[in-house]
């Protein structure tokens, strides 16, 4: 058992149980005589284990066959052009859900590639909410609808997800786009609700290197915008089972082995509820003290970020002092909003989150 309790956003905890196979398979994968880190991604040996984490993953969200899944490289952030590359197509004109940090990075890379309207924002709720579906506006001649379903930084999530149908105006069928980097796996979603999916590894499925994009096949046949780089084209990556050029291996195996965990914890409905206590606690704790607060409108509270401050900022190096004296470790919040930023991720145990509270508490009766 590791001594420390690591609420990190990302690159974040992963399940021990994971770590310790790895340690097992590290020198030696199933007799093979090398480590996963030295195998030809071509071989069988690595083909296997890709093939087994994809299946895993299509297992566990119940991924529609109109779907592919490719494993790629450059983060969530290069994402956030090769989307608007790949579906801006001939119209050249999105639309974006403004909800905070990571929204605003996605908008200003998109709009270096076409024309973006922003459709929903809570920018004037202090980015503290998610804006409900009636505020929406698309535009009638978008071609997809991005939003942040959890805003990791803001620690707002999205409770629902957007029947863009339902949306008010005029519009076709849009596909949604999502950056699920986050929540991604956090809980049973429903794939065919969304055009486009995206989630880097390093928080919820496994080491940074990675990450996972979730693509409905229809939207491989639309025209990458002029001068795509031939790795900046989802089609390059489709046609060549994510193997194009060198994917990011090791990454890959580590995802595959949390994949077999989530199996084996009971699948994504089984997480949910565990995730829902684990931040009830803390939220719990918040909501009947008057020296914690989190700004975030109670409705959209983020399951796997729960930001809070102290009622004396003073204080603020003394309870992350405290918290290191418990085991408790990067709880300090994002440098741009300050306070504390707890994250509890699928692998978070329940057990760490109690010794969290339990810290809070005493810190309280000490300090309020
Ligand atoms: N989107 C969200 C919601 C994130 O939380 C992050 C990383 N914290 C990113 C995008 C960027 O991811 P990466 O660092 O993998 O590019």
Redesign the pocket.
Same mark, same amino acid.
Do not use: R
């Given at each position: 058992m590791r001594k420390i309790y690591n609420f990190s956003?990302?690159p974040a905890v992963l399940p021990e149980e994971v770590l310790q196979q790895a340690r097992e398979e590290m020198l030696d994968w199933h007799g093979s005589g090398m480590s996963v880190m030295e195998m030809s991604h071509r071989g069988k040996e690595f083909t296997s284990i890709a093939d087994k984490a994809e299946s895993a993953l299509r297992e566990l969200a119940n991924i529609p066959a109109n779907y592919k899944v490719l494993f790629l490289q450059?983060?969530?952030?290069? /994402?956030?052009a090769m989307v608007p590359m790949n579906l801006l197509g001939k119209k050249g004109k999105a639309d974006y859900v403004n909800t905070g940090q990571?929204s605003a !990075? #996605?908008i200003s890379e998109a709009r270096n590639y076409g024309s973006v309207h922003i459709a929903a924002s809570s920018e004037n709720e202090g980015f503290n909410a998610a804006p409900p579906l009636e505020q929406w506006r698309i535009s009638p001649d978008t071609v997809y609808v991005h939003y942040?379903p959890?805003?990791?930084?803001g620690g707002v999530e999205f409770q629902w997800t957007p029947d863009l149908s339902a949306a008010p105006g005029n519009h076709d069928n849009i596909p949604l786009v999502a950056?699920? &980097? &986050?929540n991604f796996l956090s809980r049973p979603f429903d794939v065919s609700k969304f055009g486009l999916i995206y989630a880097?590894a /390093? !928080?919820n499925v496994g080491p #940074?290197g990675l990450?996972v994009v979730i693509i409905r096949e229809d939207l491989l046949d639309i025209a990458p915008l002029a001068g795509t780089p031939t790795m900046y084209r989802y089609k390059t990556h489709a046609d060549n089972v994510s193997m194009y050029n060198t994917p990011p291996t090791y990454a890959i195996y580590i995802m595959g082995l949390v994949m077999e965990w989530l199996k084996k914890q009971g699948g994504l409905a089984v997480i949910e509820q565990r995730n829902i206590a684990k931040a009830k606690l803390i939220y719990d704790l918040i909501d009947t003290s008057s020296f914690y607060h989190c700004p975030v409108n109670p409705a959209d509270r983020s399951r796997m970020n729960v930001p809070f401050t102290l009622s004396k900022p003073g204080l603020d190096d003394a309870f992350l002092k405290q918290a290191q004296a418990h085991g408790l470790i990067q709880l300090k919040g994002h440098r741009s909003v300050g306070g504390m930023r707890a994250s509890i991720y699928n692998a978070m145990s329940l057990e760490g989150v109690q010794t969290l509270v339990t810290c809070m508490r005493e810190f309280e009766k000490n300090h309020a």
């Open positions: 956003a990302g450059g983060g969530a952030s290069s /994402q956030f990571w !990075k #996605a942040t959890n805003e990791t930084i950056d699920m &980097s &986050s880097g /390093q !928080k #940074a990450v």
